[in-house]
């Protein structure tokens, strides 16, 4: 590799890296406790499932129109949202707005044992992981704040790969790991960053593509209703949104979807109106047979009037993409031992960071020339000023 060519690549990665480190540093800071947010949120305000038994909400328990209408007894001048199962317990969640495409801010989401239809009150709530979540997800900004965030995430992949490719050269008069402790506090500091970054290279990578997609969750959602949502229910395109008053059984349409999904769980129920639907149909999404495809999901659009299937059919791929990113980007789907591995994984990439920043800040006249002299070179044939 020329020196020409190494000074490009190691302006892409000064760049990429300096413009994104300090959103870097405070994902990772706020992704951190995320990664635990269930054990937290179990500690501080309690499991409502904990208690609970009998066979999981997704697949049988108390009809539930009967749930959504206690629910709508107790919660007067709300119109139903949303419907969550649970594969592990009979728990069984229900979502109220005032109005059918009610604002997130606004809705009233409702715990129910679908075993005996007991009431266990609103879903609890931590405000610290509540205030976390915001703020990683778009810096309590909405949609500007989540593609923000996505960008940066984009940079954070240049950054690795540029690093990437400027590791090998750097490296190739030096063993892999080593920390020339006898050097000066910048050498030291700068085998470190090398050190931390090659160890959690694939993790960092998988985290800042997952997170870059999480970013565009939203228009991913908009482009598959206006697109593949809006193909599926054509015949409805002309008609009037259907008002709540109108709205038929919620068991006919589960019915109806399981026939044309057989062997599948369902995971939620859109109700019409909303984001995940139409103004017409019941979406009822199943999640996949195993655990490799529980993560992706399978609208089945059932006619909210008359309970008759309309279509079922995959998500597209961006959105199946979409879909398997967000547990992988929080390590939420091996357990506690794997949140742990993330955790640490999380701690090193701070590190990175963190003495990425400190050879910048402190990198004294002709930086790039003597960095870029120093990959060219060698490891061992590096200057140590």
Request: aromatic share 10%.
């Amino acid at each position: 590799m020329t020196r020409r060519t190494i000074r490009t690549w190691f302006l892409i990665h000064k760049w990429t890296s300096l413009i994104a480190t300090a959103f870097l540093l405070m994902l990772c800071v706020t992704g951190l406790p995320l990664i635990f947010s269930d054990e937290i949120e179990a500690a501080t305000v309690g499991d409502s499932a904990a208690a609970l038994t009998g066979s999981p909400s997704a697949q049988s328990g108390l009809p539930l129109d009967g749930i959504v209408g206690q629910a709508l007894l107790e919660k007067p001048g709300n119109v139903p949202l949303f419907i969550g199962f649970s594969q592990e317990s009979p728990l069984i969640t229900v979502t109220l707005g005032p109005t059918a495409d009610a604002a997130g801010k606004d809705m009233l989401l409702l715990f129910y044992d679908r075993a005996s239809g007991a009431a266990l009150g609103p879903a609890p709530v931590n405000p610290l992981i509540a205030f976390l979540l915001d703020m990683h997800t778009d810096l309590f900004l909405g949609l500007p704040g989540m593609l923000f965030l996505g960008v940066m995430g984009v940079l954070f992949i240049a950054a690795l790969v540029s690093g990437t490719v400027l590791y090998a050269p750097f490296m190739r008069r030096l063993a892999f790991g080593t920390v020339r402790r006898g050097r000066s506090l910048r050498v030291k500091r700068l085998d470190q960053h090398n050190l931390f970054g090659i160890v959690a290279l694939a993790w960092m990578l998988v985290i800042g593509i997952t997170g870059a997609i999480n970013a565009f969750a939203d228009p991913l959602t908009d482009r598959w209703r206006d697109h593949a949502l809006a193909d599926m229910t054509a015949a409805f395109a002309d008609k009037p949104p259907l008002a709540p008053a109108y709205y038929g059984s919620i068991d006919r349409a589960m019915a109806a979807a399981k026939s044309a999904l057989p062997g599948r769980s369902p995971q939620f129920i859109g109700f019409p109106g909303g984001d995940w639907s139409t103004g017409h149909h019941y979406a009822i999404f199943f999640q996949g047979d195993s655990k490799l495809t529980e993560n992706l999901l399978t609208p089945a659009l059932v006619d909210a009037s008359t309970g008759q299937l309309s279509d079922a059919r995959d998500m597209p791929a961006l959105n199946q993409a979409l879909m398997m990113s967000k547990p992988l980007h929080f390590g939420d789907y091996g357990g506690l031992p794997l949140k742990i591995i993330w955790a640490a994984l999380t701690m090193a990439t701070i590190w990175v960071l963190w003495t990425g920043l400190l050879l910048w800040w402190r990198r004294g006249r002709g930086y790039v020339d003597r960095r870029v002299d120093e990959i060219y070179r060698g490891g061992r044939a590096a200057v140590s000023a």
